[in-house]
């Protein structure tokens, strides 16, 4: 009788499942690929960690006055009000005094735009983009904090909860490549 290590055993298990993987009907393998590939596209974001429901409303709507959608994707495409209450929740917790706020603040100057309104998301396109302005003009800190935030979120790596489905990248035309090949570039063409 043989005296198996556990390192040996996983070995033999791996090469198993890969003999297995390998032999698999490779058809219903691509589709079960294909399946894969569109339901991690289509799936819904995760449930807010911080932000009520209307905060992230009233969030969503300001940062898609930063990074509007056109016929390109913007801050609502890559999901950075997902990216910034991920941050909130997570390594950003010394933010939350600033965006709450920021928030509060862009209600209350939602309400002078329109008294009827009772969120900034509430508002018209014109109207929002009039508030963020101000807040702008103002020098406001929550409009320096929110626009950093949301170009974070736009462009930084998708598992931290932004720049969803690559969107950002996309935008930039950033090759997301996990090996490169040398000559990188001019200085080093001749290494």
């Not at 969503?60 to 390109?72: E, K, N, R, V």
């Not at 009827?116 to 508002?123: E, M, P, T």
């Not at 983009?129 to 998708?158: C, W, Y």
């Amino acid at each position: 009788m043989t005296d198996y290590s556990r390192r040996g055993f996983i070995a033999a298990a791996g090469g198993a499942l890969a003999a297995a993987w390998l032999t698999a009907d490779a058809p219903k393998l691509l589709a079960a690929a294909a399946h894969a590939t569109r339901a991690a596209r289509a799936r819904p974001p995760a449930p807010f960690q911080f932000l009520t429901p209307d905060q992230a409303e009233d969030l969503d709507a300001a940062t898609s006055q930063l990074m509007p959608s056109d016929d390109l994707p913007g801050a609502r495409e890559a999901h950075v009000v997902h990216f910034i209450d991920t941050a909130l929740a997570t390594w950003q917790k010394d933010q939350r005094p600033v965006f709450a706020k920021g928030l509060a603040e862009l209600r209350k100057r939602a309400v002078k735009q329109n008294a009827s309104a009772k969120s900034f998301a509430a508002l018209a396109d014109e109207q929002r983009h009039a508030v963020i302005a101000s807040m702008e003009k103002d020098k406001h800190q929550f409009f320096f904090t929110l626009r950093a935030a949301t170009l974070a979120g736009m462009f930084a790596n998708p598992q931290y909860g932004g720049n969803f489905n690559k969107q950002g990248w996309k935008l930039l035309g950033f090759d997301d490549r996990y090996s490169w090949v040398a000559p990188f570039g001019w200085y080093d063409a001749n290494a």
